[in-house]
T-cell receptor
Framework: KNEVEQSPQNLTAQEGEFITINCSYS?????LHWLQQHPGGGIVSLFM???GKKKHGRLIATINIQEKHSSLHITASHPRDSAVYIC????????????FGAGTRLTVKP | DTEVTQTPKHLVMGMTNKKSLKCEQH?????MYWYKQKAKKPPELMFV???????INESVPSRFSPECPNSSLLNLHLHALQPEDSALYLC?????????????FGAGTRLSVL
């Protein structure tokens, strides 16, 4: 079993839909990272959170430390949101070490 | 400036070639990372330098040789690679010692080994 599990693996949505991507982890973490990777490679950090909820524009990330679960929500999705979304756990005992989920490939159709 | 710059963007090399990948950041970060990413897979950690010293080597083959000449630069020297080493190589940097140690990623070098 992977230390960081994401679901779904693939997600197709219509423009305007509300999207949720889930992440569960089994390791002790100091923080959880949500990353976005567009085709071509570059990875952008969306959020790093260790408790509660963070919001940036149409993106919302939540984390429940007791349940070891985090979600990334996209409101009013747009085709430009199409990308791979990766959650990554920053390990509590070594915060130079990050364990990645397999990623969720999101396609938003116009 | 939150930029991590990687060069080259693309590299094609033969199995007998020697080449180097370069990574640079000017954010004052003292931890730098090399990741390897195969298609449709998450990044896999290869090396971590913390304060210019190698702190994590995830059992990477010796045909990959990292070098951290100073706190702003990270190189990955490649020699006698195999076709299965073709991948996207990502560099990242962060400030160690922080509880929320955000890693900033470069755009990657797409490597093809023929």
């Amino acid at each position: 079993k992977n230390e960081v599990e994401q679901s779904p693996q693939n997600l197709t949505a219509q423009e305007g839909e509300f999207i949720t991507i889930n992440c569960s982890y089994s390791v002790g973490i100091s923080a959880l990272h949500w990353l976005q990777q567009h085709p071509g490679g570059g990875i952008v950090s969306l959020f790093m959170l260790s408790s509660g909820k963070k919001k940036h524009g149409r993106l919302i990330a939540t984390i429940n430390i007791q349940e070891k679960h985090s979600s990334l929500h996209i409101t009013a999705s747009h085709p430009r949101d199409s990308a791979v979304y990766i959650c990554a756990a920053l390990l509590a005992y070594n915060n130079n070490d990050m364990r990645f989920g397999a990623g969720t490939r999101l396609t938003v159709k116009p | 400036d939150t930029e991590v710059t990687q060069t080259p963007k693309h590299l094609v090399m033969g199995m007998t070639n020697k080449k180097s990948l370069k990574c640079e950041q000017h954010m004052g970060h003292r931890a730098m990372y090399w990741y390897k990413q195969k298609a449709k897979k998450p990044p896999e950690l290869m090396f971590v330098y913390s304060y210019e010293k190698l702190s994590i080597n995830e059992s990477v083959p010796s045909r990959f040789s990292p070098e951290c000449p100073n706190s702003s630069l990270l190189n990955l020297h490649l020699h006698a690679l195999q076709p299965e080493d073709s991948a996207l190589y990502l560099c990242a940097s962060s400030q160690p010692g922080l509880a929320k140690n955000i890693q900033y990623f470069g755009a990657g070098t797409r490597l093809s080994v023929l």
